[in-house]
């Protein structure tokens, strides 16, 4: 499977390694997984394995949490749409994450149940096939939460690295 994904995601992972941990982290982080001396370009695709690295990275030498915060920081730092996103409803946004997915990623695919009013249901395939993307989901879930200042707590209730045939967040909504 040929799996990508748009550079201004990559770039927004790479943007938290430098906000966090400054320019000698992202030149560590970019030497390496092997990207010093690169230019990831906002509208092209890249393979998804530069993403992964990168998580991958923030995970060895940060931990878990970092991995689920840079989730939270690329969504909350998309430029345009993460201001929109202050504008509308949880239940709106949600509905519109399956076009959304497919704009950012050349793989997978995702679908949202939004008819509980009580909670959110995000089901991705073929999207956590590492285990720090779906670390990264869970902070993509949470920023939602705060982008759109709703109340609640997301849980991770199914995972394809353990075995699942789908990852699946449950959004709680208070």
Known sequence: MDRKIRGSVINGYLGY???K?????????????????E??????????EI???????????????????????????????????????MQSLAEKLPKNFSEVYAFGRCSVDTSDPKRIVLK????????????????VCEAALIMTKTKGRVEHTRCEQKGDNICEFVIHLE
Not at 21 to 37: H, N, P
Not at 39 to 48: F, R
């Open 17 to 19: 390694v430098k906000k």
């Open 21 to 37: 941990w400054g320019k000698e982290g992202l030149d560590k982080c970019l030497r390496d997984i092997g990207l010093e001396g």
């Open 124 to 139: 991705l395939k073929d999207t956590g096939y590492y285990e720090e993307a779906c670390l990264a989901w869970q902070g």
């Open 39 to 48: 230019t990831i370009k906002e509208g092209h695709y890249y393979q998804d």
């Open 51 to 89: 993403s992964g690295n990168i998580l991958r990275w923030i995970h060895r030498e940060k931990g878990a949490e970092a991995v689920v915060d840079s989730g939270r920081f690329v969504t909350q730092n998309l430029g345009i749409l993460a201001w929109l996103v202050r504008f509308t409803t």
